[in-house]
Nanobody, 121 residues
Framework: QVQLVESGGGLAQAGGSLRLSCTAS????????MGWYRQAPGKQRELVAT???????NYADSVKGRFTISRDNAKNTVSLQVNSLKPEDTAVYYC???????????????WGQGTQVTVSS
């Protein structure tokens, strides 16, 4: 089984910063894409940013220039530096990982439990 554990959420003022981290543990062959998603109250979960094992990144338009995703493959961690926070960034942030559990190419997506980010105006 694979577990993803997030940390680093909390309360921040508009314009402030936070750093979210997520570590994958368990038994697996490799991790392809890791990423962050968020879900605000009453809204669907949306992609925030993803990063491949080769460090190619993808960002939602709403966070470009403010959020930075990074990854440490040796430690199976992914981080999200969130700067210039806005009240509309308030959401539960979820870590996700596309994991190969064997040498076969199939991947399974795993999710963390979520960490709350609240931005006050």
């Amino acid at each position: 089984q694979v577990q993803l554990v997030e940390s680093g959420g909390g309360l921040a003022q508009a314009g402030g910063s936070l750093r979210l981290s997520c570590t994958a543990s368990g038994s697996f062959w490799s991790i392809n894409v890791m990423g962050w998603y968020r879900q605000a109250p009453g809204k669907q979960r949306e992609l925030v940013a993803t990063i491949t094992s080769g460090s190619s990144t993808n960002y939602a338009d709403s966070v470009k220039g403010r959020f930075t995703i990074s990854r440490d493959n040796a430690k199976n961690t992914v981080s999200l530096q969130v700067n210039s926070l806005k009240p509309e960034d308030t959401a539960v942030y979820y870590c996700a990982a596309d994991v190969r559990r064997s040498m076969l190419p199939a991947v399974d997506r795993y999710w963390g439990q979520g960490t709350q980010v609240t931005v006050s105006s």
